[in-house]
């Protein structure tokens, strides 16, 4: 038979470890085996791929769609891991092949096996041709890993994993395969292999709190996170994000841990005594693969030069790490807020208790404006108070009106000291949305926001969700921008759960209850995790699960309104009508003496089908311009009921939904 030449989407599969399990329980072996080609066979059947070669415990079949080819993968691996688990990885590409006597070979063959050398037990990765194919399929998830020079390949290649809940998604730094130095491009500087793409990359751990008074915990986190975001602002030098760095706090550091879970090379840790203006300060910066001390300091010194240990800190790291410094580099590395170390200590405590959430908010708010108080020009004071007030006034801790203004003067006094600054625009674009419904402004100013700064993430967030997916109804574009979040800052609780917020607003509830598992288990207390989780379990028609979620988040918030009113609406769903008029009596009688937000109640009389006095409440809401009021176009908890009544339509239009 002629040699031919055909595109296809590639996949290469093989069972990690049959060689030693192979020597040490041939039955199992062999078990694995024929299960593996069991599954292979069926669901191969299933979406249309061909299986071309079994070469021992690896297969290479190919698929004439790429969009088949990754739901064959994911349906393969759903099945592997149920039961008798079978530990297999597998790569996919898009490429060329040419077929010879019904064998394949090519580019695209050799460099789908390289991908599938990179996985772990339970993945599926992709190349940058598969991901392309995918775009317009936004049931399918994934994550990107990073750029591989993969050996007898020509330009790296740009890998993802599929994310699903029932896979495996690798972290940069468990990735181990066929990669080699890149020699062919004479302006490449050759570099020692890796377990991870990253060079240069730092993660900065908060600083432990040695002072007598643990209420100074505060500044320990604070100084940290100031050098963090000093560095963030290089081009040349992978930093780990906050959240990430920050859950290693408290703990014995694990090198090894640090290495695979942030995927860097060196880490930044130490400790802080703040005793009256005295402050002392021991820092050590480490490489993560040998435990080497690449550089350490101890100052002792006055709290009035803090600013000033900040700098040097972080000027000390580039130059141990050779991170080339532009004259503007320079500038931001060392670009000083505040003069004021009584105003600096109080922005800091204002950020660690913003970082909280839940009441902790309010606190931040008087935080802030001490810190505004002692220092005018203080330029982050005025983005913190913004922003906690918004959050208070969004989440119903305080009336609409009473934030509105104080956030929008407080942005503007920010950008005005400071146009270069991301972070009040991305506040104004909120404000635009969630009090003004000028769209048009809310996207100008989210937009501005990530162009200053690609990596804010609380512009992707808060523009995926509040805007894209509550207002506009763009679930794609708002999946894209809570990735994006996500795979910036995998380990904190307010990216995942924000984005689990987008994907149930997206219909996608497995996946919303599988990332705020994700962010309930780096704070077990957080607000939004739990609440989408409920959420997500009613909207399945969990209503034991969801009631349990609820009735936990109740007493963990003290018996907060939110939490009231989506345990009113549970109740409903659950058929248990007698509880959820119990609550909604004990909801009026505090609205008499405490501000009750109407949007909720409003929702939640809806569903105890008093729709008459649920329309009073949600004109209520409209005329206090209440936040959530944008949910009831697009949100999964207005029930049918509500929306067949005329009145509905009629309401949308007023809010001019775009």
């Given amino acids: 038979m002629p040699q031919y030449r055909q595109l296809a989407a590639i996949m ?79 790569g996919l590409h898009s490429g060329d092949i040419i077929f010879d006597d019904d064998q394949v070979f090519g580019d695209g063959v050799n460099l789908t096996s390289r991908i599938e050398s990179l996985g772990v037990p339970g993945s599926v990765l992709l190349s940058d041709k598969i991901q392309d194919e995918l775009l317009n399929h936004p049931e399918f998830n994934t994550i990107f890993l990073g750029s591989f020079q993969f050996k007898n390949v020509r330009s790296k290649v740009n890998v993802f994993a599929l994310n699903h809940p029932d896979l495996v998604v690798p972290s940069p730094g468990e990735l181990k395969g066929k990669t080699e130095l890149q020699t062919n491009s004479p302006n490449h500087k050759p570099r020692k292999a890796l377990n991870n793409p990253f060079e240069k990359s730092i993660a900065v751990l908060p600083f432990t709190n040695l002072s007598n008074d643990p209420e100074q915990e505060y500044f320990g986190e604070g100084v940290g996170e100031e050098i963090l975001n000093s560095l963030s602002s290089l081009k040349d030098l992978k930093v780990a994000s906050r959240s990430s760095s920050f859950q290693f706090k408290g703990r014995n550091i694990n090198l090894e841990e640090i290495r695979e879970k942030l995927g860097v090379n060196t880490v930044l840790h130490g400790s802080i005594r703040k005793q009256g203006r005295r402050l002392r300060l021991m820092v050590q910066l480490i490489n993560v693969e040998d435990g080497f001390h690449l550089w350490s300091e101890k100052y002792d010194r006055n709290i009035d030069d803090v600013f000033a240990i900040q700098d040097e800190v972080a000027l000390a790291i580039t130059e141990k790490l050779k991170v080339t410094l532009l004259e503007k580099d320079r500038e931001l590395v060392t670009k000083t807020h505040t003069q004021n170390p009584e105003a600096y200590e109080l922005y800091l405590k204002g950020r660690f ?164 598992k994700l962010g309930s288990e780096v704070e077990p207390d957080s607000f939004i995790c739990h609440l989408y989780t409920g959420l997500s379990h009613l909207a399945l028609k969990h209503y034991e699960e969801a009631v349990q979620v609820f009735e936990d988040l109740l007493k963990a918030t003290n018996r907060f309104h939110l939490s009231l009113n989506a345990l009113v609406i549970t109740y409903a769903m659950a058929w248990k009508f007698v509880k959820a008029h119990e609550l909604m009596k004990e909801l009026k009688g505090r609205a008499l003496n405490e501000y009750i937000g109407y949007t909720l109640t409003g929702i939640a009389l809806a569903h105890l089908d008093e729709l008459d006095e649920a329309f009073e409440y949600l004109e209520k809401a409209f005329a206090e311009k209440e936040p959530i009021l944008l949910s009831l176009k697009y949100q999964h908890w207005v029930p049918e009921s509500l929306k067949e009544d005329p009145r509905y339509e009629v309401l949308l239009k007023r809010i001019g939904f775009p």
């Avoid at 191969?44 to 299986?51: A, P």
């Avoid at 290479?60 to 008798?84: D, T």
């Fill in 353 to 516: 208790y913003m970082n909280k959430r839940g009441a902790s908010v309010i606190t931040a708010i008087h935080c802030f404006q001490l810190a505004i108080d002692l220092d005018p020009e203080f330029t982050l004071a005025y983005t913190g108070f913004a922003d906690a007030n918004l959050v208070a006034g969004f989440y119903g801790m305080l009336p609409p009106a009473q934030v509105l203004d104080r956030a929008r003067k407080a942005a503007e006094k920010a950008l005005s000291l400071d146009p270069t600054r991301c972070e009040p625009y991305c506040t104004l674009g909120c404000l635009a949305v969630c009090f003004d419904r000028n769209w048009k402004e809310a996207e100008t100013h989210f937009l501005t926001s990530l162009d200053l700064n690609p990596k804010y993430i609380q512009a992707h967030y808060w523009y995926g969700s509040i805007y894209l997916a509550w207002t506009k109804g763009d679930f794609l574009g708002a999946i894209t921008h809570g990735r994006i979040a996500v795979e910036q800052e995998p380990k904190s609780a307010i990216t995942l759960g924000m984005y689990g917020s987008i994907l149930y607003s997206s219909g996608k509830f497995p996946e919303a209850l599988y990332y705020c």
């Fill in 12 to 90: 290469f599969t093989d069972i990690e470890g049959y060689t030693s399990i192979m020597q040490e329980n041939e039955q199992k072996a062999l078990r694995w085996k024929n299960r593996h080609r069991e599954i292979l066979q069926r669901e191969h059947q299933q979406f249309n791929g061909r299986i071309i070669q079994y070469y021992g415990d690896g297969t290479l079949s190919i698929f004439h769609s790429a969009v088949n080819a990754v739901a064959c993968a994911l349906a393969m691996q759903q099945e592997f891991r149920k039961g008798q688990i079978v530990p297999v990885r597998m």
